[in-house]
T-cell receptor, first 109, second 115 residues
Framework: SQQGEEDPQALSIQEGENATMNCSYKTSINNLQWYRQNSGRGLVHLILIRSNEREKHSGRLRVTLDTSKKSSSLLITASRAADTASYFCATEGYSTLTFGKGTMLLVSP | DVKVTQSSRYLVKRTGEKVFLECVQDMDHENMFWYRQDPGLGLRLIYFSYDVKMKEKGDIPEGYSVSREKKERFSLILESASTNQTSMYLC??????????????FGQGTRLTVV
């Protein structure tokens, strides 16, 4: 069963705009991770946030985690065409990673 | 540079064939995973392994088996390939830390077509 559910399924924005993707999950987690996948390729890890953390930054990425609501958000600021990809959240529990279906982000020049 | 390598990028097999997908990692990671990815369904876990010779079923293990004889290698076996196993297969590895798994590293994927 899939733990995380991303929202929206697809997002289309212009370069320079911010992109926000959300993830909801169902059970307790050790950590939550975000990954990016360029078309037809493997996934690349972006950021990991632990269950006792509320916010984390990495470059243009900002991730928040609300364990009371079982939700997380990924914000990409000042987006670029190169950010066009699918983004997945993954929840970690008992050494497995469970992924959602992803958000497809299209950034137009 | 850390690396997870899958043996094939593209593979075409016939229905009923026994298919081996190989994955090797060079990071001394304890955990290794096999996922399949299908449009609209995201990534679904087939099997994972947290140590040599150890394996655990994921969400969709039917029709698959795995082998982990060495720490760096995790093989996915389709005992008798069927057309509904046409998919993108992704291997990943991660380290087991004090507070759960760390980030996972993925291979480039194997796009398997069963005809």
């Amino acid at each position: 069963s899939q733990q995380g559910e991303e929202d929206p399924q697809a997002l289309s924005i212009q370069e320079g705009e911010n992109a926000t993707m959300n993830c909801s999950y169902k059970t307790s987690i050790n950590n939550l991770q975000w990954y990016r996948q360029n078309s037809g390729r493997g996934l690349v890890h972006l950021i990991l946030i632990r269950s006792n953390e509320r916010e984390k930054h990495s470059g243009r990425l900002r991730v928040t985690l609300d364990t009371s609501k079982k939700s997380s958000s990924l914000l990409i600021t000042a987006s670029r065409a190169a950010d066009t990809a699918s983004y997945f959240c993954a929840t970690e529990g008992y050494s497995t990673l469970t992924f959602g279906k992803g958000t497809m982000l299209l950034v137009s020049p | 540079d850390v690396k997870v390598t899958q043996s094939s990028r593209y593979l075409v097999k016939r229905t009923g064939e026994k298919v081996f997908l190989e994955c090797v990692q060079d990071m001394d990671h304890e955990n290794m995973f096999w996922y399949r990815q299908d449009p609209g369904l995201g990534l679904r876990l087939i099997y994972f392994s947290y140590d040599v010779k150890m394996k655990e079923k994921g969400d969709i293990p039917e029709g698959y088996s795995v082998s982990r004889e060495k720490k760096e290698r995790f093989s996915l076996i389709l005992e008798s390939a069927s057309t509904n196993q046409t998919s993108m297969y992704l291997c990943a590895s991660s380290k087991w830390g004090a507070r759960g798994s760390t980030e996972a590293f993925f291979g480039q994927g194997t796009r398997l077509t069963v005809v």
